[in-house]
T-cell receptor, first 114, second 112 residues
Framework: EAQVTQNPRYLITVTGKKLTVTCSQN?????MSWYRQDPGLGLRQIYY???????DKGDVPEGYKVSRKEKRNFPLILESPSPNQTSLYFC?????????????FGPGTRLTVL | DAKTTQPNSMESNEEEPVHLPCNHS???????IHWYRQLPSQGPEYVIH???SNVNNRMASLAIAEDRKSSTLILHRATLRDAAVYYC?????????????FGKGITLSVRP
């Protein structure tokens, strides 16, 4: 089954404790991205990757890092989480660069930073 | 990026058709119009997309105005499972980061 998986689905952590949210897709997609969703603000793009070893900032990249060492994986790293990063996070992937291709989203990771 | 305007919410009865409108008057000639939906506690899900012609798939139909300044997503027979937030998104077809920009969407409620 074609899918995007994320782990963990739920995470409660404390300020400053480094964490990684993993994202994996099994569709051989080139493009992957991370979004966060907050009430009243909708989904905002954090980082994106056009292909292996090619990553760039989205609209709200501060406090986040990403890497793309393999085509299928695109982890999101919070080196020193803060309470304002409490949010619902979604990973997404699609074939190619063009936005007219269907984008597949993961089930989400709900992060709480105390 | 093109701006979209959608009603905040709509209600429908189960098994009746639903027409979800979207205005995108600033859309460029090469931007595709995408619709995604987000069911409660899930990630967004692709519904349909089109450029100029009306489009049909197993989930819905998309009617695009001739001037492309508006479009309507049509669910032919709403079910309770269709209760979700529906996003109309002009998808920029050029540029290095052809991203989807989500607005607030329409919250669709379906009455049994």
């Amino acid at each position: 089954e074609a899918q995007v998986t994320q782990n963990p689905r739920y995470l409660i952590t404390v300020t400053g404790k480094k964490l990684t949210v993993t994202c994996s897709q099994n569709m051989n997609h080139e493009y992957m991205s991370w979004y966060r969703q907050d009430p009243g603000l909708g989904l905002r793009q954090i980082y994106y990757s056009m292909n292996v070893e090619v990553t760039d900032k989205g609209d709200v990249p501060e406090g986040y890092k990403v890497s793309r060492k393999e085509k299928r994986n695109f982890p999101l790293i919070l080196e020193s989480p803060s309470p304002n990063q409490t949010s619902l996070y979604f990973c997404a992937s699609r074939h190619g660069q063009r936005a007219y291709n269907e984008q597949f989203f993961g089930p989400g990771t709900r992060l709480t930073v105390l | 990026d093109a701006k979209t305007t959608q009603p905040n919410s709509m209600e429908s009865n189960e098994e009746e058709p639903v027409h979800l409108p979207c205005n995108h008057s600033t859309i460029s000639g090469t931007d595709y119009i995408h619709w995604y939906r987000q069911l409660p506690s899930q990630g967004p899900e692709y519904v349909i997309h089109g450029l100029t012609s009306n489009v049909n798939n197993r989930m819905a139909s998309l009617a695009i105005a001739e001037d492309r300044k508006s479009s309507t997503l049509i669910l032919h027979r709403a079910t309770l499972r269709d209760a979700a937030v529906y996003y109309c998104i002009p998808a920029v077809s050029t540029g290095a980061n052809s991203k989807l920009t989500f607005g607030k969407g329409i919250t669709l409620s379906v009455r049994p």
